[in-house]
């Protein structure tokens, strides 16, 4: 990616420009020396100007913020209310300016000048800082709620954090955290050699980027630890700005300007002959970009994007042109768009082009003819593909359509809000969506999609940590759907979403710092610090048998990878890993197992049987005992099981195959998998009381072997029996209360039948 810098009308300003702010899609406002507002307006991606309003003489502007939209269905009378201007001027005041230019109100607000004045995300309240060590919090009417820094040195930048709870701020070299909710003290640590000149909190993941006065900027996460640190320039970083998506971040200095990915690494970088970039402002589509440079204002488009899928590689070349290019057979093909391309996927042989106002469905057979609808909501933040449909992810609401450009539903859920949703913490399959809780990041939603039916919250997962990225699988029916999990401690669990077990939700590894699953096959990847490792046969119900499940891992363990990696696809046996210098590094080292799982599923138990016989590889037969047992292919399962040397595992199948009844079979098929509810289940509806109670006090589940034999009044007394011997065997006394309930009236019951002695 890069940018596309656009020529700047020579019309404009006369002095230095020291802010610039977006106020719509093709609408620029600029301030600077010259004591002018001037409106920009584009056009074809150039810029012609108008001059809003002058100034007053000694109005010397040093930042401006237009008042946040947060809620993008807002109507048309409440948006007129929000068209209101933050300017901070040298002469320590903040001004309420209107969109004609009018000063609505002047507030000083400190001692030398106001460097930095921004709103809050939702616009209620605002900060500004200054040369007087001061940063102090006001209301939207400009009314003072609280002086919240109190320091002896400038404050030369500040920032909100994402839910507006802290405050970033620096001095010198130093970066200060200070919340809001309590007098705790700030936490600081030491950011750059020289002063800090600038920072940016983005609100979508909360990484913060900082350009000081060493020349480098740096990448730090919500925390302060720091992830990437740049090299060093020729001169210093005067402006930084994060994109509304969080997906990149614009870097300025003396004739220079970088764009750059959200883990640090650089896209590109242009010279502009344009003076020092003293403010960056993104549009709120993420796709254009606004600098105040010398005495002009220049405009860019990030062009260049690149997205693969199978054999095909698509590209924007122009605001409005992608490229297809088939790699093998040397086909291109050139695609013009009506209006310029806000966002791109492309995956499950369809390729998604949004623009501000359509959404745009080619398929990889037919690049002619897209299918074409009007968007209910212009702010697309995130597409999420599946193998039959996508979701288009719109500030606070998901809405799901078909590839042929059918709306299917609006998902909805429990106590859905208005706060913005998270696009990493929602997953898509072809039968099951899951949603993170806007507000309570514990909290997950899984909701059933079906083409007859409406979608419906089928239930919630209550983790015991925060949620920082999850991702469910494309492959097998949906009692066979994993979600895997990453949370805030960095552990990865696996959960069982609609089916039950012993291991519903199972901790699989620690240190994960990115998860997914491959789109052909049952195969997660995941990295692990710097090593990658794949799970061939991820299902938690196994994890009641950790010693076959641990064999289907593989591990690779390299310098390969570097610091910060990204999992960016995982199909036909290869991983792709984007390294933290912005490196693509493919790995490819399970195809025989991408085999065995096609061959599964399609039910040629035969076919994969001989590859296993072929390849004589632990793993591969690990694979095959485990696929087996959940297919109830008992001769399969028995040799699987004797390659391994579970011979264990081989006496309990020979036992289940000599059983006379299929019931039985099919029970004792399921606790063998390790599902102890399904193997209950599946007695019970055949009316075998007595198995079922025996079953459970076989895998010592004493408490609800007593609760059938009293709802069934059957084989209470051998439960009985069978509890005292095992409570005799390992020298203990009953302390179970339903147990100790249970004897009492069972004494009480033989004291009653007792003949009385006359």
């Known amino acids: 990616m890069r940018f596309k810098i656009s020529p700047q009308s020579s019309s404009g300003h006369k002095s230095l420009v020291t802010c610039v702010a977006w106020s719509s899609a093709e609408e620029i406002f600029s301030c600077g020396e010259d004591h002018l507002l001037i409106c920009w307006y584009l056009e074809s991606g150039k810029a012609h100007s108008s001059v809003i309003t002058e100034f007053p003489s000694n109005f010397y502007p040093t930042y401006m913020q237009w008042h946040p939209r947060p809620n993008h269905l807002t109507a048309v009378s409440k948006k007129q209310s929000l068209d209101i201007l933050l300017i901070t001027t040298a002469d320590g005041k903040f001004h309420i300016v209107s969109k004609n230019g009018r000063i609505e109100k002047s507030i000083e607000a400190h001692k030398g000048a106001a460097t930095i004045g921004k709103w809050s995300t939702d616009g209620s309240v605002l ?16 009314m003072l709620r609280s002086v919240v820094v109190r320091g002896s040195t400038p404050i030369l930048t500040s920032d909100w954090s994402p839910d507006c709870s802290k405050i970033l701020y620096s001095q010198g070299g130093f970066l200060f955290f200070q919340s809001l909710n309590s007098n705790s003290k700030p936490y600081k640590w030491h950011a750059h050699e020289g002063l800090v000149l600038t920072v940016c909190w983005n609100h979508s993941h909360g990484f913060i980027v900082s350009g000081g006065e060493d020349c480098r900027y740096k990448v730090w996460d919500s925390s302060g630890n720091q992830i990437y640190n740049s090299s060093s320039g020729d001169h210093p970083i005067t402006a930084v700005s994060w994109c509304n998506s969080g997906d990149y971040f614009a870097a300025g200095s003396f004739n220079m300007i970088k764009l750059c990915d959200k883990t640090g690494w650089s896209h590109s970088l242009e010279k502009i002959n344009a003076g020092s970039v003293y403010s960056i402002a993104w549009s709120s589509d993420s796709t254009q970009v606004a600098m105040a440079c ?182 097998g029916s949906p009692s066979d759907r994993q979600l895997a999990i990453i949370d805030i401690t960095k552990d990865l669990y696996l959960i069982s979403v609609r089916a039950t077990g012993y291991g519903r939700a199972c901790k699989i590894a620690a240190m994960a710092q990115n998860i997914a699953w491959a789109v052909d096959a049952n195969v997660l990847a995941a990295m692990l610090d710097a090593t990658l490792s794949v799970w061939l046969c991820p299902n938690c119900v196994h994890y009641s048998d950790r010693k076959i499940i641990r064999r289907t891992r593989i591990d690779k363990e390299s310098s390969e990878f570097g610091k910060q990696p990204t999992i960016i696809s995982v199909y036909n046996g290869m991983v792709n890993v984007r390294r933290g210098d912005g490196a693509l590094v493919s790995s490819q080292f399970y195809t025989f197992f991408t085999s065995l799982h096609k061959l599964i599923l399609n039910k040629k138990w035969k076919e994969a049987l001989s590859i296993c016989r072929i390849a004589q590889n632990e793993i591969l037969w690990t694979c095959m005992a485990i696929m087996a047992t959940d297919n109830k292919e008992l001769n399969v399962a028995e040799e699987a099981y004797a390659a391994i040397k579970r011979y264990d595992k081989v006496d309990y199948v020979r036992y289940i195959k000599s059983l006379p009844k299929m019931t039985e079979r099919y029970a004792e098929m399921a606790l063998l998998a390790g599902d102890l509810l399904a193997a209950e289940g599946i007695l019970l509806q055949n009316g075998l009381i007595e198995e079922a109670i025996t079953l459970n006090m076989k895998v010592y589940n004493w408490n609800r072997a007593l609760e059938l034999a009293l709802r069934h009044k059957k084989q209470i007394e051998e439960v009985m029996n069978a509890r005292t011997k095992y409570l005799k065997t390992i020298r203990k006394e009953e302390t179970n209360s339903s147990y100790l309930a249970a004897i009492n009236n069972i004494s009480t019951s033989l004291v009653h039948q007792e003949p009385s002695i006359e």
């Open 127 to 142: 900060l500004t800082a200054g040369e007087d060590g001061l940063i102090k919090v006001w209301s939207r009417s400009g």
């Open 294 to 475: 010398g005495n002009t204002v220049l405009t860019g488009h990030v062009i260049g994007k690149r997205l693969e899928w199978n054999n095909y590689e698509a590209t924007l070349i122009k605001r409005k042109v992608l490229e297809i290019r088939e790699v093998g057979n040397e086909i291109h093909e050139t695609i013009e768009i009506s209006d310029r391309v806000v966002q791109l996927a492309f995956g499950f042989d369809h390729l998604i082009v949004i623009t501000p106002a359509q959404c745009h469905v080619y398929s990889v057979t037919n690049w002619n003819t897209p299918a074409i609808f009007d968007l209910k909501n212009s702010a697309v933040s995130a597409i999420v593909l599946a193998h039959k449909h996508f979701l288009l992810v719109e500030w606070n609401t998901v809405t799901l359509y078909s590839y042929q450009g059918r709306l299917l539903g609006i998902p909805k859920w429990k106590n859905m809000t208005q706060e913005p949703l998270y696009p990493p913490c929602i997953s898509l399959c072809f039968d099951t969506l899951v949603v993170r809780d806007q507000k309570n990041e514990k909290l997950l939603h899984v909701l059933e999609i079906s083409y007859n039916k409406p979608i419906v919250e089928a239930q919630s997962h209550a983790h015991p940590q925060n949620v920082t990225q999850l991702a469910l699988n494309h492959i």
